[in-house]
Structures are given as C-alpha cells and as structure tokens.
C-alpha cells in the first residue's frame, strides 16, 4: 500500500503508523485472552518498551491528527475570527511541535516527511488567514485596507514557511535520500517564491479569491 503513488502524505502518514501499531495491538490482544503481563526480566517480547520506530510513527500521526483538527477549524465572521485564527494557529503548532519530536530521531526517509509537514503548515496557516472572510464590522470602503494589514500581520509565515522548504530540501541531501517529500519541498519553494514575488509587487490575495493591486 505505501507504494502506491495515488496516495496522499496523509495517507502515508497512517500507512506508517498503522505499522507503529500492530506491536500494542498485539500485546493488547493477549493480555484480553488471559496471558498474564509478566514481571521485568522474565517475560520476553511481552513487556518491552516502545521502540524508537514506534514512537516516531505515532509522533508522525499524533501530529497528524492535530494536523486535520487545524484544517477543520472552522473561520467565522460574527466577531469571534481573531479568537478562530489563534485557535487554528495553536492546533498548527501542536502538530508542528509533534513533527519536530518526530525529526529528531534522525530516521532519514520519514525525517523529509517532518520536514515537510513542519514548513507546510505555515503556508496552510498563512493561506487560510488571507483567505478568511471579511469580519462583518468591516466596511467595503476599509476592506482594500484590511487585506493589506492582514497581508502584513501574517507575511513571516510565509517566509517560515519557504525557510523551512529550503531546509528539508537540503536535509534529504544531507541523508543522501531520495525522498517524496524532499521532492515535494522543492516544488514548494518554487511555489513560495512565486507567491513572494506577488506579494512584492502587491498583488494579494483576498478573502473572495481575487487578487488586490496594493
């Protein structure tokens, strides 16, 4: 299944994970048929601890969950859309903070997947905040304002975001591994300079879509 290539880095992530857990479901499976847990130097396999594999693939889904809950959250415009931001943005940091367990156990392919995830969800956050709906206090007079200002406010993610690319690009080289999401942080930082450049040139995007001339 991880082979295949109509599958989305979600879906590898789960694919990894699932793998993380067949071990617990094991142990647990045995202890529900009566095999006693054992005592510490005589029970073999039964009570070792988490290894290292296991742990990073459940840090790898761990974040991903956080991950689809800040995809989730939802964006309003009565009022409470600067509380919804920092929700979302804290649900983005709790899967990057996962992530970023993740990459220090050095295992090379899934380290670029850190990688990637880390430095993507800047962009996810800085895409879902200059498109969020006008606040219905504001005015269609002040909205050419408003969009600038929100530009502005969130214009370091952004930058994070192509930082953090750059950076992943380099560490699969550094691994010497030619890997999906090294590939993937490439594309990206070929899609973030481009972004920066309208953004330079003050064609920015707004919560309709469109593009403002600034």
């Known amino acids: 299944m991880a082979k295949r290539s109509d599958l989305t880095y979600a ?24 095999q006693p847990r054992g005592r510490p130097g005589n029970c073999g396999a039964r009570c070792r601890a988490p290894t ?7 840090l790898l889904y761990l974040g991903e969950v956080a991950h689809r809950r800040f995809l989730a959250a939802p964006l309003r415009t009565d009022g409470s859309l600067r509380a919804d931001l ?17 990459l220090d156990f050095r295992e090379p392919y899934w380290a670029t997947a850190s990688g990637y995830m880390m430095s993507q969800v800047f962009y996810e956050f ?3 905040t200059v498109r969020a709906p006008f606040p219905s206090v504001v ?12 530009h502005d406010r969130v214009a370091d993610r952004l930058h994070k975001a192509l ?33 920066l450049d309208a953004e330079a040139r003050g064609n920015l ?7 403002a001339t600034n």
């Open 11 to 34: 879906d590898l992530l789960e694919v990894a994970a699932r793998r993380g857990l067949r071990p617990a479901r094991a142990r647990r499976h045995r202890r529900r048929r009566g």
């Open 52 to 58: 290292t594999r296991t742990t990073w693939r459940w």
């Open 86 to 102: 920092d929700a979302k943005e804290a649900l983005g940091l709790r899967a990057y903070d996962l992530w970023r367990t993740a």
């Open 126 to 128: 800085w895409l879902a």
């Open 139 to 150: 005015a269609p007079e002040e909205r050419a304002a408003y969009v600038v200002e929100v």
């Open 163 to 195: 930082e953090g690319h750059k950076m992943n690009v380099e560490l699969g080289r550094a691994y010497g591994v030619k890997s999906y999401w090294s590939d993937e942080s490439a594309a990206r930082v070929v899609e973030l300079l481009g972004v």
């Open 205 to 211: 995007i707004t919560p309709d879509g469109a593009l």
